[in-house]
């Protein structure tokens, strides 16, 4: 049951899972919607229980997204764009004040708002992002809080995390945001349109797992060490796994880190 209002940003995540571009009629979410779950339904993985639950996740957020963009069709708002600013409408009837709107993130680097990044060569303090831009032909930039600005491919994230490939980076600080690094953003995007990635982004998520524990051996980060060592064990169990459940799986994992990340009241 959901209590409260559907904002940009739910829209934007529901928009990301299901694959789709704003704006979108009815006929194109049903289909869209339909695709993804004919692939992810937990029928297609009953040989086990474990596979199955992956799926059940993913179908129940499938549901969930279908749900929100929906509602969103119907409330007749501005869509949100890809890279953070605004399809707009030609029908506003009346303007609906926003909700105070949460960052969202950028599709093609990962990064959103309020996220700490350090520029090459990544051995300085880490700077917050306030946005990306992309330049036509020169590719992205990104935009920090301190007025400066970098390419993309010369920033990194800084002081997180990942939940899903264990991948993580310092500086050693007290807090890590625990979020999904941009390179499983990017393999969730791709696993969604290209199914016979799985096998591939699999070994990708333990390669990172690797890199992410000597990272953490280096930080001296022992909860960072542990996530990646516990990554890097999952990773090799789906070595085994057939190719409709290892992208269930991987799905299923990359949403449910998604969805903690994105959340907006998270604590
Ligand atoms: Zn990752």
């Known amino acids: 049951m959901r209590t409260k209002r559907t904002t940009r940003a739910d829209v934007a995540r529901a928009l990301w899972l299901l694959g789709l571009e704003p704006p979108v009629d009815e006929r194109q979410l049903t289909v869209a919607w339909r695709g993804r779950v004919a692939r992810t339904h937990p029928d297609l993985h009953i040989e086990s229980d474990r596979r199955s639950e992956a799926a059940t996740l993913l179908t129940t957020a499938l549901n969930d997204a279908r749900r929100v963009v929906a509602e969103w069709i119907d409330s007749g708002r501005d869509w949100p764009a890809p890279d953070g600013g605004t399809v707009t409408r030609p029908r506003p009837e009346r303007p609906e004040p926003e909700a105070p709107a949460e960052p969202e993130v950028c599709r093609r680097t990962g990064l959103r708002r309020g996220d700490l990044v350090r520029s090459w060569p ?4 880490p700077v917050e992002v306030r946005r990306t831009e992309v330049e036509v032909g020169a590719g992205v930039w990104v935009v920090f809080e301190d007025g400066g600005a970098e390419r993309a491919e010369r920033v990194r994230l800084a002081a997180y995390s990942c939940p899903v490939c264990g ?6 600080r007290e807090r890590y945001v625990v979020r999904p690094c941009p390179e499983c953003l990017r393999d969730l995007r791709r696993l969604e349109q ?5 096998a591939r982004v699999r070994t990708a998520i333990e390669a990172r797992a690797e890199v992410g524990r000597s990272v953490a051996a280096a930080l001296d980060a022992d909860d960072l060490r542990q996530r990646a060592l516990d990554r890097r064990r999952w990773a090799r169990r789906l070595r085994q796994a057939g190719a409709d459940d290892l992208h269930a799986a991987l ?4 949403t449910r880190a998604y969805e903690r990340w994105a959340a907006p009241y998270q604590g």
């Open 122 to 125: 990544y051995d300085g303090e």
């Open 167 to 172: 991948q993580c980076a310092g500086p050693e």
């Open 194 to 198: 290209r199914p016979a990635e799985a």
């Open 251 to 254: 799905l299923g994992a990359f």
